[in-house]
């Protein structure tokens, strides 16, 4: 179980709420590097620190991930706010993911 | 090839899918945690193939199975296999698991994506249920999610890696159109695998048939071409090859054809495990004929399958009571099975299977097909010939005695034999006619073959009344077996004939006595006449010695009388004529004396 946490969110972004996602991957498995560094970099581009997620190794919590309803590796469920998304694959569409999350570049 | 399969088969160990007709065709089923392959066009049975396969290892070894869906939904899954009796939902909680591997068409695709976390999933799942069963349903779908030959490559070979890893025995479900694989990756999966099967489906004549086929199978013998398929209460049966060698018992068992006189004709009825078959032109009572075999199968207790295609078995069995022929109180107890089929419906060899299926389910003694030529019009002709003889040796197989009808173009029972051409495979042939003469239409039957047994050669009247169908006695004319009103003319005649005779017979009786009487009476007439002329003639004799007596004694006297001497008697004789006229008496003395003299003279 490995769980990577953002820091807190800042207080700076407080008029919108804060992001909150799952990344399911498979960490040995290139395009789950691949979507990790891709989510990463948008992250730290448009969200600051305004954003929670939560990346779950599919390897070590197959069960929960079955339960989760997830298929593929990678994928990526935006939890809150609503509406809620999934998005599948390594994340390289930069502008396909913001707009599925909803960031405005 | 038993060669080979003594080799391969404790190498490639199999498991049974329990699919009827496919087991024996893989010579045991799909290899032991290998995976197979299924390929089909839309709604040719893949996923049905791979769904069954995994209720029954889970039904009847209780080995748990997953089964991956990437095309349909759980629920809908389920939904389409409520048809089939394999309690399914029940399975769906404890034994299966069902993975619904659709991707929404809400999640968004941002570049590429792997199977890794799936596998990883399943493998977990697996381990959980101690699943050793998997079906990949439908990878073609998420395949073209991949967009990507390369990538569908990698997943493949992911695929197979886990499969290896996870030993389990596994069924890869793709769909191909136009029966073609297209697709490259499609025939480097096929490389791949260690079993292809195809699944199909076409049109022919407006029928849809189905149709399996094992392409490959490594390290395995199979058998080889395209075998039907049909879809019955238990799920997909393929229609195995007919073994190439004939192994039927051979019974003297005679059963009755249905009733005594046609039983008569036979020389006793028909074999235990015979096959009939019944030709004619519409409305000969080909019907009828089965009906009466089939109540008289049910009489002596004997399960019967009543098959009748294109009519309904409300209509059969009302038309049969019409000629005093019950069926339904045996459909009511269970002994008698009536089942009918709309012949286009599906193909001739699905009908096959339909009916092996009946077979199985209701283990009938007495089997009716009525009209076997029905399954010609589906399917095309070399099909239905294939089918009809294998009904016939499937029959035999089970000891079933079997009465078959088929329609015949013309009058002319060689016009059946090219038709459905099963009349060579038929033990007995019985064949049904209309005679039209003197502005009549007569039924006509004739036997014109049955085997191992005496027969009659003579052509009948089949009559149907109220008491059931019956053979009129036989009349001939002129070579003809007469028949209708000829036959009741000829029958009235010959009554009337024998009642003729019968009064000439007493008339002459009576003449003859008469006349025999006529003659004792003559007889006894001439006898009296005899004794009455005896009687005379010996008084006659009596009074003629008498009467020479007294002449002599006479003479003598007169002699004495004249002093004449002895001597003289010599000229006396002719002195005594002369007294004779002179003295007038005793006449007829006289005359009697002359006779005498008259008749020692020469």
Redesign the interface.
Known sequence: MRRKKTPDKSPASAVTPALVMRL???N??P??L??VA?LAAICKEFLQDNFKLEIVD??EQ??R??ADG??????LAKLSPSPA?????????KS??M??LGIRG | MNGMKKVTLPLLPKMATGIQGFDELSHGGLTLNRTSLLLGGPGSGKTVFALQTLVNAARRRDEPGIFVAFEETTRQIIANAACFNWGLPALARNKLFFLAAQLSPEVVQSGEFDLSGMLAMLKAKKQEMGARWIVFDGIDVLLTLLQNPIAEMQEIYRIRDWLADNEMNAIVTAKIEGGSSEAVNYGFMQFMMDCVIRLDRRLEHGVSLHRIQITKYRGSDFVAGEYPVSFGPAGMEVGAPEPSEIKHAASTERISAGFERLDMMLGGGLFRGSSTLITGVPGTSKTTLTGKFAEAACRRGERTLFVSFDEGAEPIMRNLASVGIQLRPHVKSGLLRMYSARTESIGAEDHLIKLKALIREHRPRCLVIDPLSAIAKAGGLAAARAVANRIIYMAKDEKVTVMITAISEGDDPQTEATELQISTVADTWIHLSYIVRSGERNRALTIIKSRGTWHSNQVRELVLSEAGPMLADVYTAGGEVLMGTLRWEKETEEKATKKQRRADVDLKQRELQFAEADTRVRIKALELDLQRQRAELALYSRDDEARTLSSSERENELRKMRSADPAGHATLAPANAKPKGANGSGNSGNGKKVRKEAHDAP
């Not at chain 1, 997830?70 to 994928?75: D, K, M, Q």
């Not at chain 1, 998304?85 to 569409?93: K, P, R, T």
């Open positions: 399911y991957v498979v040995s498995a395009n789950s691949l979507a891709n599919v390897l197959p069960l991930a079955l997830i298929l593929v590796t990678p994928s998304a999934n998005i599948v694959g390594n994340l390289s569409d396909g993911v707009r599925a």
